[in-house]
């Protein structure tokens, strides 16, 4: 026979004082209007004190203060930061001397060099791949895998070999290529490839064994940077998969060879936040001492944001 439950009387219930209580959110966070004419510092301070407002910011002081102490400022990047007409931002910064070293995937090149060579780049994917012409362009085939393959003879990166042969070009868009600003301004530009992802792996000109010796030369010039990122900052915008895999292996490796790298802040900076730059950006690097942020949006309006709350701190 079951029992017959009955409900439970409220008499008799623990209550304290609300003013007593301790609360995630006060007035004193509020955000405030802004008023018109208002400047981008005073947008900043009316900000809420909340949330991811509130880890912006904290992201803008990580990276001061890093720059104040000399320490690394490293900017991981996939191809769709390039696409949607970010490159005169991170240029501004590495010339300021705030971003110190630029980490890629293969597609990066692709569009980075085209906006040099034509100041145009992002093909009509669906278009194209019926007709089997998605990828042809010759320029963009033949130039990159040559130029890759040339910097490989001497002992250069993809992203210096590519960076090299854009800035000492006569394209008339290079002023916009990030790569070319990493060649004259001397910080290092990483190139991460996975064979068979970008458009150069299906042209003749491609060289298997240069572009995995030029991606190995970039992973250890990598390691390098990541060695000397203690009190820096490394931030990943837009690579899901790629680039995040490739800094929880800089890290090991550095580690292990004895640096000491534990302290320092990670930033994933998405529209859509992913498992693995969540896990091997912002989480597990970060555990030994560090801080790992967040900042979910459209690249297009968050990092010129972040690129001009830096500037303005400074």
């Known amino acids: 026979m079951k029992k017959s439950i009955k409900p439970v009387s409220l008499k008799g219930l623990k209550t304290y004082s609300l003013r007593e209580r301790r609360s995630k959110v006060e007035t004193r966070d509020f955000a405030s209007p802004m008023s018109k004419g208002a400047s981008f510092s005073e947008f900043l301070d009316s900000l809420p004190n909340i949330l991811a407002a509130r880890e912006i910011k904290e992201v803008v002081k990580a990276v001061i203060n890093a720059h104040h102490k000399e320490r690394m400022v490293v900017v991981g990047m996939g191809a769709h930061v390039i696409k949607v007409?970010?490159?005169?931002?991170?240029?501004?910064?590495?010339?300021?001397?705030?971003?110190?070293?630029?980490?890629?995937?293969?597609?990066?090149?692709?569009?980075?060099?085209?906006?040099?060579?034509?100041?145009?780049?992002?093909?009509?994917?669906?278009?194209?791949?019926?007709?089997?012409?998605?990828?042809?362009?010759?320029?963009?085939?033949?130039?990159?895998?040559r130029a890759i393959s040339r910097g490989v003879k001497r002992r250069w990166g993809i992203g210096r070999s590519v960076g090299e042969m854009i800035d000492n070009s006569?394209?008339?868009?290079?002023?916009?290529?990030?790569?070319?600003?990493?060649?004259?301004?001397?910080?290092?530009?990483?190139?991460?490839?996975a064979i068979g992802t970008d458009i150069l792996h299906i042209h003749p000109q491609m060289d298997g064994r240069a572009t995995g010796e030029g991606s190995h030369i970039?992973?250890?010039?990598?390691?390098?940077?990541?060695?000397?990122?203690?009190?820096?900052?490394?931030?990943?915008?837009?690579?899901?998969?790629?680039?995040?895999?490739?800094?929880?292996?800089?890290?090991?490796?550095?580690?292990?060879?004895?640096?000491?790298?534990?302290?320092?802040?990670?930033?994933?900076?998405?529209?859509?936040?992913h498992y693995r730059p969540v896990m091997n950006v912002v989480d597990r690097p970060t555990r030994g001492g560090g801080k790992g942020y967040r900042l979910t949006g459209h690249h297009e309006i968050m990092v010129p944001l972040l690129a001009a709350a830096i500037k303005e701190g400074l």
Request: proline fraction near 3%.
């Open 85 to 145: 007409g970010l490159g005169p931002v991170i240029i501004d910064l590495m010339e300021r001397g705030i971003v110190d070293a630029v980490v890629m995937n293969g597609a990066g090149i692709v569009h980075d060099f085209e906006i040099a060579y034509a100041g145009k780049t992002s093909e009509d994917v669906a278009a194209e791949l019926g007709k089997g012409l998605f990828g042809m362009a010759e320029e963009t085939g033949s130039l990159l895998n």
């Open 170 to 193: 006569r394209y008339p868009y290079k002023g916009l290529s990030i790569l070319a600003a990493g060649a004259r301004l001397g910080i290092p530009i990483t190139v991460h490839v």
């Open 218 to 273: 970039d992973f250890r010039l990598f390691a390098g940077v990541v060695a000397r990122l203690e009190g820096g900052v490394y931030i990943n915008i837009g690579s899901a998969v790629l680039l995040p895999e490739v800094f929880l292996k800089a890290l090991t490796l550095v580690r292990n060879k004895g640096h000491k790298v534990k302290r320092f802040t990670t930033v994933n900076m998405d529209f859509i936040q």
